[in-house]
């Protein structure tokens, strides 16, 4: 199945001069969901995964039902006072200023292997920053799973030190 064919560019948006992937044309599809789906849990079937860790909103699309078809726990990524109990945070550089993402002290214990998912790579900054809260875990990050890599905006370079794999490439 060409799962390209499923996702829509829209023009324009959010500001002028960009063409954003829009993928809720890919989800609403069941077979095309499905397929996204089955293909990212088949590139990692047998691996000893323990946590998927993926950012509120679009990354727990994908993560949280990888998580469950790998058999691992699944951990969110989100913006401050969202969570209830205690945690940790990393603020990181944007385009045009900052952002701060958090996470539960007790998410990831020591040495547990950890994959962060999200449906899209474009800069990196975003993933960088949830491995800085991985590594501050002591989690042994195994690497990161998107569906869509924007190549062109070059954001595998931030996390190339990791395994990095993405379906499908713009």
Not at 20 to 29: C, V
Not at 126 to 131: D, F, G
Not at 141 to 169: N, Q, T
């Amino acid at each position: 199945m060409d799962l390209k064919k499923y996702i829509t560019d829209v023009n324009d948006y959010p500001v002028q001069g960009i063409v954003f992937k829009d993928l809720t044309t890919l989800w609403k599809d069941k077979a095309a969901f499905k397929e996204s789906l089955d293909a990212l849990t088949h590139h990692y079937k047998g691996r000893k995964i323990d946590k998927i860790v993926s950012p509120e909103a679009r990354g727990f699309i994908f993560g949280a039902p990888l998580a469950y078809n790998l058999g691992a726990g699944f951990v969110p990524v989100r913006k401050p006072k969202k969570l209830p109990r205690e945690f940790i945070s990393v603020t990181y550089e944007l385009e045009y200023g900052t952002d701060t993402l958090a996470m539960h002290k007790d998410a990831i214990s020591p040495e547990e292997n950890v994959l962060i998912v999200d449906d899209l790579i474009a800069t990196g900054g975003t993933v960088k920053a949830i491995a800085s809260l991985v590594r501050q875990c002591k989690g042994n990050l195994l690497g990161f799973a998107f569906l869509v890599e924007l190549e062109f905006l070059k954001g595998r370079k931030e996390i190339e030190e990791y395994d990095v794999f993405s379906l499908l490439k713009f």
